[in-house]
């Protein structure tokens, strides 16, 4: 059963806690008491010692100034006062004879430590017959004598004892009472801790939708369960997506993957080489076009996980797009589509020349692709404070504002693009690497008229 609760209340953080700080909250009452005790003890020591003190001096005074009889006659007439005052006080002679002894009438003669009375110290004598401890001092007369004044401890030690009580009265509700609020605090700070382990737990069980309950959201452990919603946003949104994105290959590469079948079918059908030639060629191009799917997923992935190494450099952005152009203009004048640009001057970036070729190909091959015949498309750059503005605008069929929000998803098409070839992967590549390099890309389409797309990049890459 020990063992048992001893691995609950490690295994439970509030319990563990409350159970400490009790311990440090008994551990600190126990030296507040013990020091207030020992203060009030030595208060009311001193008192007693100051009050027999006083009585003294007063004696050998009185001794000195009127003589021994009238210090007895001083003595016997306070009689009532020493005795209601649980006194004890004794007169000797030049020989150490008792002269006088006034006390209570129910204390005993005898008393321990007769043999200090030579010394001025302070000593503890007991009365023999009943037990009674006194606090006694000797002083010496001017005349050769004694007197001994001795006061009862027992009024003292009941008064601490008093004291002692009230302390205790106040002090253990104190204590309980700040463990009852020290265990409430510690369940309210950890309870986002619980609300953590529950929605991890839930998660477990497949329940992506389950999030933290906020419950102070400018304490640290607000802003933590803020991140861990926003982290489980992020992996519901990349679990989907990679679930979908997996959907929609396994269908692309369904089609390729047939045909390779059919084509392979129909050559070892055939007696003829040529056409044998010609469907193992119709499988080459079918799994070139598998790779090439699975070559840009992988990129856009690894852009996406923040993997990709670029390799930044100081790059001619003009030249770059002048490169390019040259590459897409003979499949643009197969199409009849004119291909514009408007560069003045040279523009010089940070950033990684084969990425953002691919970004400026699949813009222009895009453009080119959906212009109709006699169509136009223009390339323009143009600086704008830290950034340099690439616009490839066309005019094409533009694409509905139902389909913007999404066209740079993975594998989306428009419904005016499933006519075309394509994967649908260009435009998710390219928003990928833009912001790869800190940069972004907007779309602005009117369908029917044409769209632009608005690369910003920054001149300088900062990691």
């Known amino acids: 059963m020990f063992l048992g609760l001893t691995d609950k209340c490690q295994r439970n953080t509030a319990l563990n806690l409350t159970i400490r700080f009790a311990l440090i909250f008994v551990f600190s009452a126990l030296i507040i008491f013990a020091t207030v005790n020992y203060l009030i003890n030595k208060t009311q020591l001193d008192k007693d010692q100051q009050f027999i003190n006083s009585l003294l001096d007063s004696y050998q005074r009185l001794e000195a100034q ?24 004794e007169l000797f002679d030049e020989n150490e004879e008792l002269l006088l002894l006034v006390q209570p009438e129910s204390w005993g003669k005898k008393i321990t430590n007769e043999s200090l009375l030579n010394k001025s110290t302070w000593f503890i004598s007991e009365i023999v017959d009943n037990g009674i401890k006194v606090l006694c001092r000797n002083i010496a007369l001017e005349s050769g004598g004694k007197v001994r004044v001795g006061l009862s401890v027992q009024p003292r030690e009941n008064q601490v004892t008093e004291y002692t009580i009230i302390i205790l009265q106040v002090m253990l509700p104190l204590i309980i009472f700040g463990l009852i609020i020290t265990a409430w605090m510690n369940w309210q700070a950890l309870r986002p801790v619980t609300d953590l382990i529950n929605t991890v737990q839930s998660i477990r069980e497949k329940d992506l939708k389950a999030r933290v309950t906020i419950r102070n959201p400018s304490s640290e452990l607000g802003e933590l369960a803020k991140l861990f919603n926003q982290m489980l946003s992020q992996i519901e949104r990349l679990i989907n997506s990679m679930q979908q994105s997996l959907d929609a290959v396994a269908h692309d590469i369904r089609t390729p993957l047939a045909r390779m079948r059919l084509s392979l079918e129909s050559a070892l059908t055939q007696q003829d080489s040529i056409q044998m030639r010609e469907a193992l060629l119709d499988c080459a191009e079918e799994g070139e076009r598998i790779e090439s799917l699975l070559n840009v997923l992988m990129d856009i992935t690894e852009v996406e996980s923040g993997i990709l190494k670029l390799h930044i450099e100081k790059l001619n952005l003009s030249k770059l797009v002048f490169e390019n152009l040259d590459l897409y203009r003979f499949v643009a004048e197969e199409k009849s589509v004119e291909l514009l640009s408007s560069i003045d001057q040279d523009y010089f970036i940070q950033a990684d020349k084969v990425r953002l070729s ?15 015949t006699n169509g136009k498309v223009w390339i323009t750059l143009r600086k704008n404070q830290s950034c340099i503005i690439l616009e490839v605008q066309d005019t094409g069929i533009g694409i509905s504002e139902e389909d913007i929000p999404h066209i740079f998803e993975r594998l989306y098409r428009a419904d005016q693009s499933r006519t075309e070839p394509g994967m649908g992967l260009g435009l998710c590549l390219a928003k990928a690497i833009v912001t790869a390099h800190n940069g972004t890309i907007k779309l ?8 632009c797309f608005k690369v910003c990049l920054p001149i300088e890459f900062k990691r």
């Open 358 to 372: 691919q970004v400026i190909g699949n813009l222009i091959d895009n453009a080119i692709k959906y212009t109709p």
């Open 444 to 451: 602005n389409s009117i369908q029917g008229k044409g769209s």
């Open 66 to 89: 009127t003589g021994r009889e009238k210090l007895l006659h001083v003595i016997k007439r306070d009689i009532p006062y020493i005795q209601k005052s649980f006194l004890r006080v």
